[in-house]
C-alpha cells in the first residue's frame, strides 16, 4: 500500500458530460476561454470530440466540428486530447469502407488528436482491426473501448479472454466502457483484478453516474489497480453523466493512488462552468431529471439515453402506456439477437424492435431494417448465437454473413469526393459528408451564405457605404 500509484483522470466536460447532460450543446466558444486552464491541471487526457460531438455540432451549432477540435488544439499544448470512435462506423451508422475509416484517422491525429478510444457495439474486435491499425500507423494512441454489459456470457472468463485479443491486436489501452452505470464496486474490484493479471496495457475505466454508484465502483476499481477513470468537472458531472473530478480527486489525497491535481486550479475551473449550468438548467437544457439516481438502468439494465428514446418513440406512436411492457421486452430482443451489449447503434435497433414487437401486439410482425441487418450478420458476430426462430421469422432464406462485415464494403472515398466536390474547403469535408451527408450539404450551404455576407460587408466598407 506504500507505494505511490498516483491514479489518473481523463476528463469529460469537452464531450460525455455535456453530451449526456445537455444535449451535446455546449458551443467551441463556450468551451476556448477555460482550455488552458483545463490543459494546466495534468490530466491524463481531455475528451473533447465524438459522434454525438460531431453530429451537433455541425446540425444545431453550425460549427465545423474540424475547426474547434484545430482550436482547442491551440491551447491544450500538453494535455493529450482523445475521442470517441464508432470502429468501423467512424462516427456515423453504419459500416464505412476501410478506405475511408483510415482516412478519418488520419485526418483526425493532423488536426489536434492523440488518443483515440475505438469500440464496437457487438464487442467484435474484427469491426476495430482497420482503426487500430490506422492509428498505429499515425503515431496514435489507440484504446480499444470493451461494451460492458451484464448477462449470462460476460464471465470474467469472457472479458480475459478477449482483453488478451486486444493486447495482440496492437492496442495501447483498454478501456471498460460502462454506458449504463451496471459495473457494481465489488464486481469492479473482481473485473479489473482479473484484467490487471491478465494483460500488461494500462486498463482505464469509463463509467455514468445514473445507477448511482459510479463513485464507489471506481474506488474499488482504483484499489484494483485501474489505472485511469473518466470524470467530469462538477457542475457538469452526477446524474447521467461522469462522478465529479474534484470528488475523486480529494478522494485519494494523501493516499497512495493520490492525482496531485491542485483543487485551487481545479476550484476556479468549476466556477467558470457554474454560471453556464445555471443558465441551462434555466432554459431547460438541462433536466433535474436527469441529475437524479434511475434505478431503473440497474433494473432493466439499458442506458439512460435509451430509456428517453423509448419513452419518445412511444410518445409518438400514442403508446405511452406501453412503456414497462417495452422495459419487459428490451432484454428478450437482446437475447434472441445474441445477447449483444446496447449501446450505439444496438441500443438504438434492440429498442426499436422492442417497440414494435409490444406495439403491434405480435413479436417480429413488424421488423426494422437494422434488425434485419443485425440478423444477417452484417453489424458482426455476437457473443451468442441468434435465436434461430426469430431470424427465420425475420429473414427467411436471406444469407448470412460471417466473414468481417467491411469486407463487403468497398472503397469508397472517391465517389464520397465526387458527389461533394462543389462544396469542398479543405480535405475533412469529405469526412463530415461521408458521416452525415445532409446535414453536412446544410452545413456547406450555411458556411457559404455566411461568407457572402462577410464578403458584402467588406465591399460595403471598402465603397463608404456602411451596412445599415
Ligand atoms: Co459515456
Known amino acids: 500500500m506504500s507505494e505511490k500509484k498516483p491514479v489518473r483522470i481523463t476528463e469529460t466536460i469537452l464531450r460525455d458530460a455535456h453530451q449526456s447532460l445537455i444535449a451535446t450543446r455546449m458551443s467551441t466558444d463556450q468551451m476556448l476561454p477555460i482550455v488552458e486552464k483545463l490543459d494546466q491541471v495534468g490530466y491524463h487526457s481531455l475528451e473533447c470530440w465524438g459522434g454525438a460531438t460531431f453530429d451537433a455540432s455541425l446540425r444545431f451549432l453550425h460549427e465545423d466540428p474540424w475547426e474547434r477540435l484545430r482550436k482547442i488544439k491551440e491551447k491544450a499544448k500538453k494535455t493529450p486530447l482523445q475521442m470517441l470512435f464508432r470502429g468501423q462506423n467512424i462516427l456515423g451508422y453504419r459500416p464505412y469502407g476501410d478506405d475511408v475509416v483510415e482516412y478519418f484517422v488520419q485526418k483526425s491525429i493532423a488536426n489536434g488528436i492523440d488518443i483515440i478510444r475505438i469500440f464496437d457495439c457487438l464487442n467484435d474486435l474484427r469491426n476495430l482491426e482497420t482503426a487500430v491499425k490506422a492509428s498505429n500507423k499515425e503515431g496514435g494512441h489507440a484504446q ?126 468549476a466556477d467558470y462552468f457554474r454560471p453556464y449550468r445555471d443558465e441551462c438548467l434555466d432554459s431547460g437544457l438541462l433536466n433535474p431529471k436527469n441529475l437524479g439516481v434511475n434505478i431503473k438502468t440497474l433494473l432493466y439494465q439499458v442506458p439512460g439515453g435509451m430509456l428517453s428514446n423509448l419513452t419518445s418513440q412511444l410518445k409518438d406512436l400514442g403508446a405511452a402506456d406501453k412503456y414497462y411492457e417495452v422495459l419487459e421486452e428490451v432484454p428478450r430482443v437482446r437475447k434472441d439477437f445474441g445477447e449483444c451489449p446496447l449501446v450505439t447503434p444496438s441500443s438504438q435497433i434492440v429498442g426499436s424492435q422492442a417497440v414494435m414487437n409490444v406495439v403491434a401486439g405480435e413479436r417480429y410482425k413488424m421488423v426494422t431494417k437494422e434488425t434485419k441487418d443485425v440478423l444477417s450478420g452484417k453489424y458482426g458476430k455476437t457473443v451468442k448465437p441468434f435465436n434461430p426462430e426469430v431470424q427465420k421469422k425475420c429473414i427467411g432464406d436471406a444469407e448470412v454473413i460471417t466473414c468481417r462485415p467491411a469486407d463487403l464494403v468497398p472503397n469508397e472515398l472517391a465517389t464520397l469526393e465526387a458527389e461533394m466536390a462543389q462544396y469542398k474547403e479543405q480535405d475533412e469535408d469529405v469526412l463530415s459528408y461521408a458521416l452525415f451527408p445532409q446535414v453536412a450539404v446544410d452545413f456547406f450551404k450555411y458556411r457559404e451564405a455566411q461568407k457572402t455576407k462577410v464578403d458584402a460587408t467588406v465591399a460595403d466598407t471598402k465603397n463608404g457605404a456602411y451596412p445599415v
Not at 476499481?221 to 485501474?226: L, S
Not at 465529479?244 to 485519494?252: H, L, N, R, S, Y
Open 144 to 269: 480499444i473501448a470493451l461494451s460492458y454489459t451484464l448477462g449470462d456470457a460476460y464471465t470474467l472468463e469472457y472479458w480475459t479472454n478477449i482483453a488478451k485479443e486486444i493486447e495482440q491486436m496492437g492496442a495501447n489501452s483498454i478501456c471498460i466502457k460502462d454506458m449504463a452505470g451496471l459495473l457494481l464496486p465489488y464486481t469492479a474490484t473482481e473485473l479489473v483484478t482479473a484484467l490487471k493479471e491478465t494483460v500488461k496495457i494500462p486498463i482505464q475505466l469509463h463509467t455514468h453516474y445514473t445507477s448511482g454508484v459510479a463513485s464507489m465502483t471506481y474506488l474499488k476499481a482504483v484499489e484494483a489497480g485501474v489505472d485511469v477513470i473518466d470524470c467530469a468537472m462538477s457542475p457538469f458531472a452526477l446524474g447521467t453523466s461522469q462522478p465529479a473530478t474534484e470528488v475523486m480527486v480529494e478522494t485519494f489525497k494523501g493516499t497512495p493512488y493520490d492525482t496531485g491535481y491542485d483543487q485551487n486550479l481545479l476550484a476556479e475551473i
